[in-house]
């Protein structure tokens, strides 16, 4: 035999060196780690997000001057003199890069500048666009777990049980369902025929409902479905067998072992549909009158206002960021396993 | 469900596959096949889907207009085909394009690594955070209502998911010990494409389709409600909708007929899914 | 107090899984049961602690502490888990919740626990202490050691204060450290007066645990008795070829001679180097696995690469094969390796296969790549005893002993100079174990091609190869 | 920094929280309960609020009686006392003196004078493209309590003029040190109580309005821009008035309990703008096959659902001055249009469209969704001079590419509402639109001097005989030359809920009149 060293170390009790090591001296905690990868992701997304929506409506068929009139001054008001005035007025002339570099400076201190349309501070402009977006998906998100966890939950507890399939079929229903046809029958409900809610409007919490539930309906229906997987899953994994023969009583498992884990799960999945329900909304936002985001960047576009359209991209870019970050956060604290990057060869 | 669920051996015959498919399956499939159907030969029954005939608005239903017509007195059924037809087409073109670029993409970058999967990775860091509405609005404002800018619009949107899951899904099987047994026998690149990467992703890829082609009816027909989709008198399904929502008491036929195919469609690829896989 | 298991018969679909007519269990004396996978001996240990899957029809029944329960009721035995019987899991890393704190998972098992969580708190701390595990109390699993997952687990099971423990596959995965550990563990349950009914297909931890042992057999019991006599001098022939799998024990033509350490065959020391490495090192996370491993391999050569889990044997063998680059330090292949006359068998055949291709499609991509001598796929097959319809499936579709054939199928096809074999048959049980190692070594032995073997198992490691290189953690 | 996981836990539990208190407070649920109690007029309308500017705001404040112009007229056009209490011209008609209504108070408690009157009347004239940026103004000044208006040339309409709602008064306090608009303070007897731009106004009763006391105390508007959702509200009563109904949503509104439509008609025309300097369109046998071609009864019943939206010619019988029975109507004859184009040299090619000198008749239309009929209307145009053989490219954008293709001479069709009371004197819009180079809502590539001598003469002030016959003159001309063809007049419908009476619409637009509503109990 050659001579290799007997080196076969007694596992010691305390095996300082084996297993993964402990996070080297020097590197930040996972949460800072995340904290600072997204805060520079958010500023760079927020340079790349404004400069593209500055270069592409920049580069758009059609006079802005025009547009931005036709916002300022009504539909039928807009004229060739009224044109020139905002020209003029705007300095629409200058270079673009001046204009771009003027927007960046700008930011710089934190000014978004004013709307080319009203005139009006784009912080101020987007304020109510912002909160109500926020409200909207906040609200409909709630309502959507707060319906979908409970029934998925359920569901998973007998698979293939009549709850089960039930859910099954909510989600092919409320998938066919486009939300626009889906709010309209909302309104017509409870709205004409009932009376019990406003159909449209802002302000006042029960105005909130319409358009969230609209939201909700579908979104339940797939938390429920992804809740009904990730727990069934779990129910089998080898913990949950474990806790069980534990001596540990059903609701126990479930509230020990069962929730936290298929939090790690819906966290990201909520997060998912948060930034979609956040970004996506226009169509009820449209229907119900709702001053939303998306509303109010469709109006931007058509009116060519470059600030409000920057900002509000930047808003809804600087949204993702946040809810991402939230994302990561929230699993770092129900999962403390690392997350190795995958290593491509 | 339970049937589709059944592995079907890899070495059956397409159409012997084909006769596996679950009862759910085989529904959705005649429906959509039903549904191509018509809107084609709605081609030749009615060639002018913009054929107006004013003093026959809002005319109900009968034989010969089997949906009747609409405030325009254009026939209902002729122009529910055309935007099948387009809606179809449309949606299958946008998910062909964002499936191509973002599978080749997502392949590409996992497979070269280094500066090629940086910036790619870049990119699409750049377009999740570019709201989808953003890119698609933005597109379609380039020239308004043109079909070409909207299929455009909803492909760039698309791209970045197909990319996503690809890149993460390739970077798997490509670490993995199969495509590195595949590297020791000298097997070559066509090989890994076309034995590891390829029977990998394609279930992924067509679940995603089924699912990306409702989304993109949905999309375009969410457009067509908002104002920014394709410009009238052209039809569409979204459209249609909306113009036919005032009459809703009037004629219920004419809202009625778009949202029931817009429900086919989405059902159809929903239950062509087969087994559930959502998220 | 004992345990009394009567008339058990386990049924699916009409087919009999399980049928054992009487077994008692006393206190203070280990049951052991050894058999095939597939014999149904897990089926036993379900069935007794009530986990059974739905599918499955079972009937009979068990007495314990006087108390008769029906074998197809599993709810009544719920409330005997953690106080009265308790299974100690298989694979005790996924037993445990990553998402919790050990104190935790051990704490509930506690009855004080649900009264007052500190009193748990304690119990659990004092018992981790006991196992010398105290340190893990505050741990995440996911940061243990295999050995300390064992321990940790088998104090979760146990803390509730169940006489009977139930032990599946308890050293599934161990290296020969943490189950010598294991065995101190078990030991300990039976000395303090419990009942333990242990199912392994690892011979060497029923000689261990002592007590009975009962040998299964296609659902049925077909020997029992106390362990030394069962499993030294067994009477039943399938017993005897049982015991005539272990590593140990084989008696093949290209087995080594393991009593001589000394008469060591290094083939041709003058022949030329196939692979050679000066002072190589490797490390993962700032932990460094070797370091200073010089090694040369010459056509012919067979050596072990042998140590406990986690010691970086792998990765010593991937470096080797310049699938990983080294920390420090050079590995060269001679240029005769150039062109696929490499290989590598892995520890999971299921994943060194495209999985969702039929293996047929797989190999022809191999055949058409080397173009071998017409017929030599077939003629393998034979030698391997594989029929030629399992090419039409897929690798999830075949055993894992098959499939692990094919894949040695695989690498002779390109006339390899050097085989990889990277535990090649740590998951199977010992009949196919020995069937598989037949099939290499016979190839190897026909082709004189090189083989470096990775293996956790010292037995084999001497049996098998010329030299034993020991990676210590 | 090392976060325990009940901080981090706790992190993201303070986000949660703070994204659900972005949802407001609870407040009173239900549907017909109005938001800040009953005693609230909701008003319901399509118009959103962009800027506080007068110039921008769309008259918003003017309709919602909280600011006033100097001059006010009356739904037939007839100017009223405003602001000021009377005027009248110098001699040489270049000098216009309004005296104020004394002892007029800003919602902000400062007195109304001819200074500050004067002041919010230069800086009204900041804007360019409004009537009053426009008109022939040198200098306002504030003279002896009396505010002056002088002008470069005789302006016969300026009171009317100053009674559009770009004029509008506002205190010193409203505008910051750019003049720009920051808040409105106006003198009308609603102030404003709350803003949230650009969809809800709340307005209360002014306790310093001098006028008679309105009877509803406080008023709502919310902006809607769908017509379908605002159909809903008005069904459902979420709404006592509801602005702008659609003409399909008033058939099914008009069954619906408790509510009552009001409609008018307006000095609106939809109009099909005629580039009459195009090498095709400049001929004017082809404009009148276009217009003969378009059945015009038809779609006005079937799209306006209002047959007597017909236009038969250029104003709608509510501008009674300036509506001529004595006109030919336009009809449908599409013998006569076929006929027309031949003449013109037009002749069916292979595929049925018209050809002339291997030169295909095609042509596009813009137009605009701001209006939801005129795409629809659109759409109708196009089929019915397929039928002739035209073909008709519609392009649906920007209401900016009308005037934007009347600079660069793109245009070639646009169809869109013209409104003739933007200023109470038709006039001042027919001297803009109709004048020699014509205009962005006017004639392209057309004039005519005839018209526009009776124009100026009309513009300079006449007697009434010789105004009628010049107001007579100018239809005339209008309808035989065609620079723009009519399509359908306009008729406005509001639904009102029964918790009030009183209401009535403006044909004008330029009030909600909601001083004027009270309560039905």
Known sequence: MTTVPPTLAADEVEPAVRGPAPARRGTLPPVARVLARRALQAVSVTLLVSTACFVIVQNLPGDMAYRIAAGRYGYDRVTTASADAVRADLGLDAPAWQQLARWWADLAQFDLGTSLVTGGSVVHELRLPVTSSLQLAATALALAVAVGAPVGMAAAWRPGGLLDRLTTVWVAGTRALPPFLLGLLLIMLFSVHLGWLPAVGHGSASNVVLPAVTLAVGLSGLFARVTRDTVAQLRGSGFVTFAETKGLRGRAVLARHVLRNAGVTLVAYVGAQALILIEGVVVVESLFAWPGLGRTLVHAIFWRDVPVIQAAAVALALLVVLINTVVDVAGLALDPRPRWRQVVP | ?279 | MNMHVQGLVVTHTGRTLLDVDDLRLERGRAVTIVGESGSGKSLLAHAVMGTLGAGLEAQGRVVIEGTSYDVAERRARRRLWGRVMALLPQEPVLALDPTMRVRGQVAEGAASFWSDRRSGYRAAEEVLGTLGVAGAARRYPHTLSGGMAQRVAFAAATIGGARVLIADEPSKGLDDHARNDLTVLLHRHVTAGGILLTITHDLDLGRDLGGDVLVMRDAGIVERGPAHQVLITPSHPYTRRLLAAEPGRWRHLWVRDRTSGATERTADPGGPTLVQTDRVAKGFAGRTLFSDVSLTIRPGDRLALAGPSGSGKTTLGNVLLRLLQPDAGSVRHTQELAGGRLQKLYQDPAVAFPSRVPIGAALADVVRRHRPAPGRLTSLLAAMRLDESLLQRTPGQVSGGELQRLSIIRAILVDPLLIFADEPTSRLDLVTQEETMCCLMEQVERSGCALVLVTHNQALAHTVADRVLAVAG | MVWGRPAVAGVAMVVSAVLVACSGPPGAAGGRQPRGGPNVLRVVGPFELHSLDPARSDGFFTRLRVAETLVDADGRGDLRPGLAAAWRVSDDQRAWTFSLRPDTVFHDGTKVTAETVAASLTNARGERGTPWGDAPVAAITANAGEVQVQLDRPYAPLPAVLAHAGTQVLAPASYNSDRTVKKVIGTGPYRVERIEQPSAIEVVAFEGWAGKKPDIERISYQAVGRAETRALMAESGQADVTLGIDPVSRQRVQRAAGVEIKSVTLPRTILLKVNAGHRVLGDLRVRQAVSAALDRKAMATALLRDPEMAATQFFPPSLSEWHQDSVPPLAHDPSQARELLAQAGWAPGPDGVLTRNGQRFEISLRTFPDRPELPVLATAVQAALKELGIRVNVQVGNSSEIPAGHKDGTLELGLYARNFALVPDPLVTLLNDYGPRGADWGAMGWSNAELARTLSDLADGTDAAAAAAGRQQVSGILQRELPVIPVAWYRQSAVVSDRVNGFTLDPLERSWLIDEVRWSS
């Not at chain 2, 449309?90 to 998910?95: G, H, K, P």
């Not at chain 2, 997502?106 to 377009?127: K, N, P, Y």
């Not at chain 2, 279930?203 to 920014?228: E, I, N, Q, R």
């Open chain 2, 1 to 279: 469900m339970s049937t589709a669920t059944t592995t079907v051996p890899a070495h059956w015959p397409r159409w012997q596959r084909l006769r596996r498919l679950s009862p759910t399956q085989r529904c959705a499939a005649a429906a959509l096949v039903l549904l191509g159907l018509f809107a084609v030969a709605g081609a030749w029954v009615w060639p002018d889907p913009a054929a107006q005939d004013l003093s026959r608005f809002l005319e109900p239903p009968s034989l010969a207009e089997p949906l009747g017509r609409d405030h325009l007195g254009r026939s209902v059924a002729g122009r529910l085909a055309s935007a099948t037809r387009l809606s179809l087409a449309t949606a299958v073109a946008c998910v062909a394009t964002a499936v191509v670029a973002g599978a080749l993409a997502g392949v590409l970058a996992a497979w070269r690594g280094g500066i090629v999967d940086t910036v790619l990775h870049g990119l699409s860091e750049a377009f999740v955070a570019l709201p989808a509405l953003l890119v698609v609005l933005l597109v379609s404002a380039m020239s308004g209502g043109g079909l070409w800018t909207l299929y455009a619009g909803l492909a760039l949107a698309q791209w970045v998911e197909y990319f996503r899951v690809v890149r993460a899904r390739s970077a798997l099987v490509l670490s993995g010990p199969a495509v590195e047994a595949a590297g020791l026998l000298q097997l070559g690149p066509l090989h890994v494409l076309r034995r590891h990467l390829w029977p990998d992703l394609r279930p992924l890829l067509t679940t995603m389709a089924t699912f990306g082609v409702g989304t993109s009816v949905l999309a375009l027909s969410t457009l067509g409600f908002v104002g920014v989709g394709i410009a009238p008198p052209t039809p569409e399904l979204g459209l249609m909708i909306t113009e036919a929502f005032p009459y809703y008491d009037e004629a219920p036929w004419m809202s009625l007929a778009p949202a029931l195919v817009l429900a086919t469609v989405l059902v159809g690829l929903l239950g062509l899914r087969g087994k559930e896989s959502v998220s």
